[in-house]
């Protein structure tokens, strides 16, 4: 028989799961909304920089800002995971390492400089080259700060004043690039929006991190020593998903062309646009887990499929969108990026996989297995991937000439991510899929063949605008008459986002935190 003190405790358990399933649904809606502004100024910045620039200037300038991303993957230290696991649970913990921590990044960053500078000097880039990497570097240091500013608040879920800090300083960037292409400025002049805008989001973010959870500048070394030996895995991890996407566009810059990183970097800015995404994962889900996992994994496991459904929902209609789309969207940049056509429809796969893989790193890391998706991550990223590069790369460029490099590249990351996402479903074995998610995978799937069926037989001699809003009407059609997407579930998940206090829980709730 249940007792009257086991019901209430039940009871408040469920208005727990409740409140915390609420807050994050309201959390997600905040920064999906100032998401999108972002990369909707985003999208369209990029656009006009290539109007002003060629290929050639265009592949300079990303060249240049991966190889830079690539030297301070050090500065990582792991402390983004480490927050959203730790913090979310022990928001006082922050202080103990946060001081500290900044001085070790900055002691880094001059160790780091001096190596860009050293290898720098072996490169027969211009001067002009060198200053922007160097520009750049000052950059990544704001970054990876800003990274673990953000990841306190978002342990903390106060990012109202951090969706508005997004917006305003990607107006400052947007505004700053736009400036430096009309006024046609030297190439180094193209990092300083970054730097400036990414100054000022660290300033806020300071602020609200002292406003909303006391955040104190304390230097502690032995404590802070504690939190980068617990955070190593997350480091290696992160190190290793950061050369994703950079370490390709070194490796194509120097057995390639700057020329083909313009037309790779080119589709790369149009194709990345679904992963708006990304930070809200990382933002609202991981804490949202990191407190269903104090309770139990069979709770950690719900909120891992519901939420690979509601991302496959997002961005398989995204990459059906661009694959469709894709002279369309590559004509926006100009007419000198035509051969990005084929690399976009390459590029758009990936973020459906890389969603998958980073909900099933989620999962691994809340139940205490992250030093498998340490290996795992290593495996594909640092091994792998340049393996693949180094192969194809050069052979398809000698192969097919212009655009065949950046081809092998696209392919490359497009094959790691195949690789890596089966391993990770294969080691979370039933914990990551149930019925429901493979029949919504078996209906959105059979939507996605019919519309390509009709865009190939029947649509095609429509006009590109036309005929992509006849191909997205199709689609939503689609997988609302298969019940692939549920209107009424996700009417509940905006219903509980905009409701305020700790109400009764309600059955509409499961669409987010299934209850064991």
């Known amino acids: 028989m249940t007792t009257h003190s086991e019901s209430n405790q039940h009871d408040a358990q469920e208005r727990e799961r409740s409140h915390e399933a609420m807050g994050a649904v309201r959390n997600g809606l905040q920064l999906g909304g100032s998401l999108l502004v972002t990369y909707a100024i985003a999208f369209g910045i990029r656009p006009l920089l290539t109007h002003y620039m060629s290929p050639e200037a265009f592949g300079r300038f990303n060249w240049a800002d991966s190889f830079s991303a690539i030297f301070f993957i050090a500065t990582n230290l792991g402390l983004e995971m480490y927050i959203r696991k730790e913090v979310s649970r022990r928001p006082e913990h922050a202080s103990d ?25 072996y490169r027969d880039d211009p001067p002009e080259m060198r200053a922007l990497v160097y520009v750049f570097g000052v950059a990544q240091l704001l970054v990876m700060c800003n990274a673990s500013m953000a990841a306190l608040l978002h342990a903390k879920g106060k990012v109202a004043g951090l969706s508005i800090s997004n917006v ?22 193209l990092a300083v929006p970054v730097v400036a805008s990414e100054a000022i989001k660290l300033a806020i973010g300071w602020h609200l991190a002292r406003q909303h959870m006391g955040l104190v500048f304390r230097v502690d070394f032995p404590a802070t020593w504690r939190v980068f030996k617990a955070g190593l895995p997350y480091f290696l991890t992160a190190a290793a998903l950061a050369t994703n996407g ?110 998958v893989t980073m909900t099933c790193g989620a999962w691994l890391t809340m139940t205490n297995r992250e030093w498998w998706v340490t290996g795992t991550s290593i495996f594909g990223s640092l091994l792998l991937n340049p393996l693949l590069n180094l192969m194809l790369v050069p ?122």
């Open 246 to 355: 950079r370490l390709d566009i070194m490796i194509l810059g120097m057995l390639g062309n700057h020329e083909e990183v313009g037309w790779y970097s080119a589709a790369w800015s149009i194709s990345n646009v679904t992963f708006a995404l990304n930070p809200v994962m990382g933002w609202v889900l991981l804490p949202l887990m990191s407190r269903a996992a104090a309770r139990s994994e069979d709770e950690v496991s719900a909120i891992a499929r519901r939420a690979l459904e509601g991302t496959l929902a997002v961005t398989v209609p995204m990459m059906m969108l661009i694959v469709m789309g894709a002279p369309l969207w590559i004509g926006l940049l100009g007419k000198d990026y035509s051969l990005a056509v084929n690399l976009l429809r390459l590029q758009s796969p990936l973020f459906v996989l890389a969603f």
């Open 97 to 121: 390492f946060f001081g500290a921590s900044m001085l070790v990044r900055l002691v880094l960053t001059g160790v780091l400089m001096g190596a860009l500078a050293l290898v720098m000097g």
């Open 395 to 516: 052979r398809l460029h000698a192969a097919y000439g212009d655009g065949g490099g950046a081809a092998g590249t696209a392919i490359s990351l497009l094959l790691m991510e195949v690789v890596i996402t089966i391993i990770m479903l294969g080691r979370m074995g039933r914990s990551a899929v149930d019925r429901r998610l493979l029949v919504m995978v078996a209906k959105t799937a059979v939507v996605c063949v019919v519309v390509v069926a009709l865009d190939r037989t029947v649509l095609y001699s429509l006009a590109d605008w036309p005929r992509l809003g006849v191909e997205a009407a199709l689609y939503v059609f689609g997988v609302l008459a298969l019940g692939a997407i549920r209107p009424g579930e996700v009417l509940a998940v905006v219903k509980l986002a905009r409701r305020r206090g700790n109400p009764e829980p309600e059955p509409a709730v499961i669409a987010v935190v299934p209850t064991p």
């Open 168 to 189: 305003v300083t990607k107006v400052v960037w947007g505004g700053g690039l736009l400036a430096v292409g009309v006024l046609g400025l030297p190439l180094p002049w």
